[in-house]
């Protein structure tokens, strides 16, 4: 049997992990394996350093007592490096999508998701996809349309090409069908790409690349 999706979730208020847990059990390959309503309780149990405690994916709150979202993802990533971490939150202010992104987010998506979106965005992470909530993808632009853009476009034309379809979401299996090419080309494309742009994975990629105007805007 193959081996379920371990999800580890960080979130204060009991109500909704019940909802998440509710809506990841609907699936076959997906569960709620860990759950915190702290982030220090979170890294607490990522620095026992088990194998078993190692979870595939992380959601994570902002509006955290104690330490808060922002503050405990870096930390999170140092102890867990290869674990992708989606951001679960009601806050949609740009400063906070920034920052959540920059500290090494894979995902943003907002508590108003339908279960569906959430289990799209978990899958999407794990294919190696970027979900950003539509309405922060909105904000990401606006607070980027007054910076300066930097027209030296370091990039090739085939990387470009993979970089814009991640950005219109799809996943690399789907990249590599579009432009005839495969998976691993995909990989080797997307490394170039993040290490081009100085950014740590596809959120950052596509965040990057409309800051500095890879991506046309829409006026």
């Given amino acids: 049997m193959k081996r379920k999706i371990n999800v580890m979730l960080v979130e204060d208020h009991p109500e909704y992990r019940e909802s998440v847990e509710l809506v990841l059990s609907t699936t076959e390959d997906i ?5 915190f309503g702290t982030a220090d309780q979170g890294l607490h149990f990522l620095e026992q350093d088990l194998p078993d405690n190692i979870p595939d994916i992380m959601l994570l709150d902002l509006n955290l007592p104690g330490l808060n979202g922002i503050e405990a993802l870096p930390l999170l990533k140092k102890l867990s490096p290869k674990t992708p971490i989606i951001v ?14 920059s500290a090494g987010a894979s995902g943003y998506l907002l508590k108003a998701s339908t279960g569906d979106q959430l289990i799209a965005g978990i899958r999407t992470v794990l294919k190696g996809g970027a979900p950003i909530d539509p309405k922060v993808a909105r904000y990401m632009l606006n607070i980027l349309c007054d910076e300066p853009r930097n027209t030296d476009n370091t990039l090739s034309e085939r990387e470009l090409s993979v970089l814009t379809l991640l950005g219109e979401g799809l ?13 691993h080309t995909v990989d ?13 994975n596809a959120a950052a990629a596509i965040s990057k690349a409309y800051k500095v105007g890879l991506f046309p805007r829409n006026n």
């Avoid at 679960?88 to 992104?101: G, H, K, N, P």
């Avoid at 690399?172 to 998976?183: G, H, Q, V």
């Avoid at 080797?188 to 740590?200: D, F, G, H, T």
């Fill in 31 to 35: 569960v709620l394996a860990h759950q």
């Fill in 88 to 101: 679960l939150t009601q806050s949609d202010r740009e400063s906070d999508v920034l920052a959540a992104i």
């Fill in 171 to 183: 996943v690399k299996k789907e990249i590599a069908a579009r432009l005839d090419i495969s998976t």
């Fill in 188 to 200: 080797n494309y997307m490394r170039r790409i993040y290490e081009k742009l100085q950014v740590p």
